[in-house]
């Protein structure tokens, strides 16, 4: 395997500025990215849900609310979106992966970043390959921290049984550690962020929080005591994480490092309809427990928008205005745009399929009805795509079509109505769909 120094001159050109942030020269910003797992389009407070979740809210008050923002419809892809400027499909994926996603010489946003000078870390879900030598790593990560695998015990931290049960670790190293799975994935990114160190950081922070099993501590039970039993598990994880988040803004706040960070929060799918307990028996969540993603339609697996369409925000004190972003916007913009915002270029095409939204989120740019969104669903059976305001899905042999203005909880299908429309969009998808499979691992 080639070095990471070896990989970075193969991609990146010689570039005389990339030192320069959106303002000037030393004075590139921090990234921040924190992702939920399986929260649900109407478990933030901000859309209204009775869960606490004052950290998240404040950032959507404070920051850019993202309000039609797109991701996949399970974790593992929207991991190698948001690493890669890329869908998920490309590299063969689309359902959560024990075994490598990404082939080793990808550009992926660590790697682009560490070879700027960025010290980068990752305190979380991985879910990108579940064995050591698979690790955030060898992937541009100087740090890593957390779950290798998926949804893990809370407090021994074992995976489902089978090869890969023992996945908690640090930098790439399986390791055993006492605590709950929250607290110590924040700690780690509050140690991170208060280390006394001059170059900038990209800290990604996806936690394992609001998956299964579910075992919270009883000082997050006993703050929901008068919620529905089969919710309380979830709606503790819940508030536990938003704790975390704000301990996580609260560091970068003492450390003087706020005004200069960009902050990022998003979901990773929607909502599930119930996560069988029986399948993790250490959990001490029973029935389904499911997240709400009303009023949409659809929950996480689907690619109707309750699978797909998630509580997202961008955060800069002092860059941002606070703003709701109606465009759609999709997990693949976010390496394009950190890239833009801190001047990284490259001198090899790494076929992005997202954009720099960033004229975006400052107000600055222009809307683009226009744009194009890909999706490809679970296993490849289904696929969506949107054109706004119109959203084709094709599930096996079946087309249906929503207009989103009119429909927002796609109820009428008016495929059958629309013809032309649909079989305009129908080749549209054919054509994004040819694109898959270009760079398997």
Not at 321 to 346: E, N, Y
Request: aromatic residues 10%.
């Amino acid at each position: 395997m080639n070095s990471l120094r070896g990989l970075f001159l193969l991609y990146l050109a010689a570039f005389s500025d990339y030192w320069q942030s959106v303002d000037a020269e030393n004075n590139r910003p921090n990234i921040v990215i924190l992702v939920a797992d399986d929260l649900g389009w109407a478990d933030v407070g901000y859309h209204g849900s009775s869960i606490r979740t004052p950290n998240i809210d404040r950032l959507q008050s404070r920051g850019v609310e993202l309000d039609f923002h797109y991701v996949a419809s399970m974790c593992t892809p929207t991991r190698a979106a948001l690493l890669t400027g890329r869908y998920w499909s490309r590299f063969g994926n689309t359902k959560p992966s024990n075994e490598r996603v990404l082939p080793w010489d990808t550009m992926t946003l660590a790697r682009a970043l560490q070879g700027t000078g960025y010290r980068t870390a990752i305190s979380g879900k991985w879910h990108l390959g579940s064995k050591p030598e698979w690790g955030p790593r060898k992937f541009g990560f100087e740090q890593s921290y957390g779950s290798l695998a998926g949804g893990i015990n809370p407090w021994n931290h074992l995976y489902k049984h089978g090869p890969y049960t023992k996945t908690w670790h640090r930098n790439d190293e399986l390791i055993e550690e006492e605590g709950h799975v929250t607290e110590l994935l924040t700690s780690e990114a509050v140690r991170f962020i208060k280390e006394k160190k001059k170059e900038p950081f990209f800290l990604y922070v996806p936690f394992t929080a609001v998956h299964t099993p579910f075992d919270e501590p009883s000082k997050w039970l006993g703050r929901v005591d008068n919620i529905d039993p089969e919710r309380r598990q979830y709606v503790a994880c819940a508030e536990h994480m938003d704790d975390g988040i704000g301990q996580i803004l609260r560091a970068l706040d003492q450390e003087g490092k706020a005004e200069n960070t960009l902050v990022i929060f998003f979901s990773d799918n929607g909502g599930t309809n119930g996560d069988d307990s029986s399948r993790y028996p250490e959990t001490k969540a029973k029935g389904k427990i499911k997240g709400l993603n009303t009023p949409l339609r659809g929950w996480k697996t689907q690619v109707y928008e309750g699978g797909i369409r998630v509580p997202a925000i961008a955060y800069w004190p002092g860059k941002l205005r606070p703003a709701k972003l109606s465009t759609p916007t999709h997990v693949v913009d976010w390496m394009p745009t950190i890239c833009a915002v801190t001047g990284i270029k490259f001198d090899k095409d790494l076929k992005w399929d997202g954009i720099n939204i960033w004229p975006l989120l400052n107000g600055k740019g222009k809307k683009d009805p226009e744009r194009i969104l890909y999706c490809k669903g679970v296993n490849g059976n289904s696929s969506a795509l949107h054109r706004w305001p119109w959203k084709l899905i094709r599930d096996k042999d079946k087309v249906q079509l929503y207009n989103l203005n009119l429909d927002p909880t796609e109820k009428e299908d008016l495929a059958q109505m629309q013809p032309d429309k649909a079989r305009e969009l129908l080749k549209i998808l054919e054509s994004q769909a040819s694109k898959d499979n270009e760079s398997l691992p």
